[in-house]
T-cell receptor, first 113, second 115 residues
């Protein structure tokens, strides 16, 4: 099983450019989330989804959009990249609504110049 | 201000030493999870503690959930170089509610075990 697959693994953007980070899972998990990881701050929740067609904001949603048209895919869109969005982005999926393991992708390292 | 305060942020020890990592909050969580992350990879779950006062052991790793479900600790006995990595605590279900897959993370502890 592939688990959670994120693409691309690395990306460099210029300020103001837009892009989509892809996330796909093959475990039929209902719950999916996007986090960003910055040094000394752990992982912070950007957006999450409890099923196809249902998304909501997390702790740091500004500058990001998501959609969930299928159970498998949960793309994250950067509307107009800013240097403050330089970070490592992780997508995660989980099966249940509580006390279940979150499976993470390998991450996308994004640099905005 | 972090909801989950993890300490220490850096730990450098010699092989064979014992260590404890703490994860503290002023808020109640329904459960606490501990993850380990290797460079270039995503976090991988080590354990979930659910009940106040619960203790779980995973070989040389001992995890404890505080009685009030506001804090947790990870103790490693006789650390080995293979234990080197980033350790993250994560809370589910803030204020005892439902998480729906959402996690609140601590800042992480970078552990280096020297041979």
């Amino acid at each position: 099983n592939a688990g959670v697959t994120q693409t691309p693994k690395f990306q460099v953007l210029k300020t103001g450019q837009s892009m989509t980070l892809q996330c796909a899972q093959d475990m039929n998990h209902e719950y999916m989330s996007w986090y960003r990881q910055d040094p000394g701050m752990g992982l912070r929740l950007i957006h999450y989804s409890v099923g196809a067609g249902i998304t909501d904001q997390g702790e740091v949603p500004n500058g990001y959009n998501v959609s969930r048209s299928t159970t498998e895919d949960f793309p994250l869109r950067l509307l107009s990249a800013a240097p403050s969005q330089t970070s490592v982005y992780f997508c995660a999926s989980s099966q249940g609504w509580m006390n279940t393991e979150a499976f993470f992708g390998q991450g996308t390292r994004l640099t905005v110049v | 201000t972090q909801l989950l305060e993890q300490s220490p942020q850096f730990l450098s020890i010699q092989e064979g030493e014992n260590l404890t990592v703490y994860c503290n909050s002023s808020s109640v969580f329904s459960s606490l999870q501990w993850y380990r992350q290797e460079p270039g990879e995503g976090p991988v779950l080590l354990v979930t503690v659910v009940t106040g006062g619960e203790v779980k052991k995973l070989k040389r790793l001992t995890f404890q959930f505080g009685d009030a479900r506001k804090d947790s600790s990870l103790h490693i006995t006789a650390a080995q170089p293979g234990d080197t990595g980033l350790y993250l605590c994560a809370g589910e279900g803030l204020a005892g509610g439902t998480s729906y897959g959402k996690l609140t993370f601590g800042q992480g502890t970078i552990l280096t075990v020297h041979p």
